[in-house]
T-cell receptor, first 109, second 113 residues
Framework: ELKVEQNPLFLSMQEGKNYTIYCNYSTTSDRLYWYRQDPGKSLESLFVLLSNGAVKQEGRLMASLDTKARLSTLHITAAVHDLSATYFCAGGDNNDMRFGAGTRLTVKP | DAGVTQSPTHLIKTRGQQVTLRCSPKSGHDTVSWYQQALGQGPQFIFQYYEEEERQRGNFPDRFSGHQFPNYSSELNVNALLLGDSALYLC????????????FGPGTRLTVT
């Protein structure tokens, strides 16, 4: 069974700083997903990474995938308050997606 | 284009009762998955429906059952509710033919007292 671990679970950042969230998974996974969730809200898809070496960027967020290391990273560049949310990675495929516990990010002025 | 919709938004039930949650998938999607998200945790996969049949199931007891209708909408039923069933229940839809992404609905917040 695929297991997904994220770290850190809690992250407090200053605006303008950079940081990386890590996502390790236990077995081969078809693909790796990153989602954002605001308090009391549903999940918003950020990235889908489909192959080794895949890198995707949207605004201040960049995600990458290393299938050999079974590792994905979500890099935050020059954080702003609007990025405060919980970020989840998930592995597997659409038939059985397994989520990490989430990283609760707080960006402070 | 309407996205994934779920009803009701919130629900309060008593231990031992039964509950039914509903989901309408995004237009063009034929597959519906259900997830349970307890407070402060990641979503846990309950099961998936495609062509009106349960195709995959996570580690949830038989108290959790579902159904998919010919129009692809789906219901999640939970019997003999426990306090631990209190959670946000998320429905996600996808297309079997175009696999990359699931789209999540707004969720139903279930509170069991």
């Amino acid at each position: 069974e695929l297991k997904v671990e994220q770290n850190p679970l809690f992250l407090s950042m200053q605006e303008g700083k950079n940081y990386t969230i890590y996502c390790n998974y236990s077995t081969t996974s078809d693909r790796l997903y990153w989602y954002r969730q605001d308090p009391g809200k549903s999940l918003e898809s950020l990235f889908v990474l489909l192959s080794n070496g895949a890198v995707k960027q949207e605004g201040r967020l960049m995600a990458s995938l290393d299938t050999k290391a079974r590792l994905s990273t979500l890099h935050i560049t020059a954080a702003v308050h609007d990025l405060s949310a919980t970020y989840f990675c998930a592995g597997g495929d659409n038939n059985d997606m397994r989520f990490g516990a989430g990283t609760r990010l707080t960006v402070k002025p | 284009d309407a996205g994934v919709t779920q009803s009701p938004t919130h629900l309060i039930k008593t231990r031992g009762q039964q509950v039914t949650l509903r989901c309408s998938p995004k237009s063009g999607h034929d597959t519906v998955s259900w997830y349970q998200q307890a407070l402060g945790q990641g979503p846990q996969f309950i099961f998936q429906y495609y062509e009106e049949e349960e195709r995959q199931r996570g580690n949830f007891p038989d108290r959790f059952s579902g159904h998919q209708f010919p129009n692809y909408s789906s219901e999640l039923n939970v019997n003999a509710l426990l306090l631990g069933d209190s959670a946000l229940y998320l429905c996600a839809s996808s297309s079997r033919a175009y696999r990359p992404l699931q789209y999540f609905g707004p969720g139903t917040r279930l509170t069991v007292t």
